[in-house]
Nanobody
Framework: QLQLVESGGGLVQPGGSLRLSCAAS????????INWFRQAPGKEREGVSC????????AYADSVKGRFTISRDNAANTVYLHMNSLGPEDTAIYYC?????????????????WGQGTQVTVSS
């Protein structure tokens, strides 16, 4: 059983930055690829980014490519999502999610554990 807890959300002005954290516990963190999803009011959940279990492979949705960066610290059992140049379209609840795999890639599928989410609001 892997527990995931997100933090770092909040209110930020357009053009600003935030760093989200996803802290894991309860199982061997190194065995999981970690994904970030988001869901805005009235919209379907959207895959944002993922990072392989070793951290050597990352992937991004086109809507965030060049603005968001995912990273992980396996010693600290934590994944980060650095978000820059935020706009109102980035307003959503952001969730981290885990995929049990040690393959050297990720594709935001095969989710077995979810966090509770953290709200990000981009507004002036």
């Amino acid at each position: 059983q892997l527990q995931l807890v997100e933090s770092g959300g909040g209110l930020v002005q357009p053009g600003g930055s935030l760093r989200l954290s996803c802290a894991a516990s309860g199982s061997t963190f190194d065995y999981y690829a970690i994904n970030w999803f988001r869901q805005a009011p009235g919209k379907e959940r959207e895959g944002v980014s993922c990072i392989s279990s070793s951290g050597g492979y990352t992937a991004y949705a086109d809507s965030v490519k060049g603005r968001f960066t995912i990273s992980r610290d396996n010693a600290a059992n934590t994944v980060y999502l650095h978000m820059n140049s935020l706009g109102p379209e980035d307003t959503a609840i952001y969730y981290c999610a885990a995929t049990p795999t040690v393959q050297p890639m990720c594709d935001m599928t095969g989710i077995t554990y979810w966090g509770q989410g953290t709200q990000v609001t981009v507004s002036s």
